[in-house]
């Protein structure tokens, strides 16, 4: 798998097109069930209760959420109280044929955005090791990536990312700071309605 550098990192793998049209509606659909399980939630920032302009929901045996206490994982849907459903194949598959060297993932958040919506620059820092990567699928409108270095006030750069792209975030990347400024309307059929899903796969605890 080929990896980009990013301020002198290596790490960081952009797979255009991995899931073909046929592939991304199989896993539109599948995503959709889930989400009928365990439906979208507003999540909010910690202390302040701002909401964020995405709407989250996840699947695996762990699900990332925010409230006003903090960021984290746990293994039950904040508001129905339910389990997570079961992660699919077609993402065990992915995180498999990517990162066949990491313990299996232990979670999917599932993120919308809805025309308009963004997520600031962050890294993924809540899991209790790094050794795995993070791994993201873009379904829907096109959205630009922007992603720096693991300090706040490195130089970034920005691609955009289609529906049916990945990208892998492992190595010296694996806590670069990443982020999407927006989405851009009308660049995909995937969604009846627009808007972009984005799948990100995580390994939480150590092995």
Same mark, same amino acid.
């Given at each position: ?10 790490? +960081? ?6 899931? %073909?049209?046929? #592939?991304?509606? %199989? /896993?539109?659909?599948?995503? !959709? ?13 910690? !202390? ?8 989250? @929901? ?7 959420? @925010?409230?006003?206490?903090?960021? !984290?994982?746990?293994? #039950? ?19 498999? #044929? ?22 600031? +620059? ?5 899991? %209790? ?35 049916? &792209? ?5 190595? &010296?990347?694996? +806590? ?11 660049? @995909?059929?995937? /969604? ?8 990100? /796969?995580?390994?939480?605890?150590? %092995?």
């Amino acid at each position: 798998m080929d990896t980009t550098p990013i301020n002198g990192q290596t790490g +960081l793998a952009y797979l255009p097109e991995y899931f %073909d049209r046929k #592939a991304q509606e %199989d /896993l539109l659909e599948t995503i !959709r069930a889930i989400v009928a399980e365990a439906p979208l939630f507003q999540p909010v920032m910690p !202390r302040t209760g701002k909401p964020f302009s995405v709407k989250m @929901s996840n699947c695996g045996p762990l699900g990332w959420v @925010s409230d006003i206490n903090g960021y !984290r994982y746990q293994p #039950a849907h904040p508001v129905t109280g339910r389990p997570w459903p079961a992660m699919p194949e077609a993402l065990t598959g992915l995180w498999a #044929a990517l990162a066949p060297e990491a313990s299996p993932p232990q979670a999917c958040l599932i993120n919308f955005y809805e025309p308009g919506a963004r997520m600031g +620059l962050h890294q993924d820092r809540d899991e %209790d090791m790094f050794t795995a990567p993070v791994i993201s699928v873009s379904l829907g409108d096109t959205a630009t990536f922007r992603v720096g270095g693991t300090a706040r006030k490195d130089p970034t750069r920005s691609f955009r990312l289609a529906s049916g &792209d990945v990208v892998v975030l492992g190595g &010296d990347a694996r +806590l670069a700071y990443h982020g999407i400024d927006r989405i851009l309307p009308g660049t @995909s059929t995937l /969604l009846k309605n627009g808007g972009r899903i984005n799948l990100t /796969l995580r390994r939480v605890t150590a %092995d």
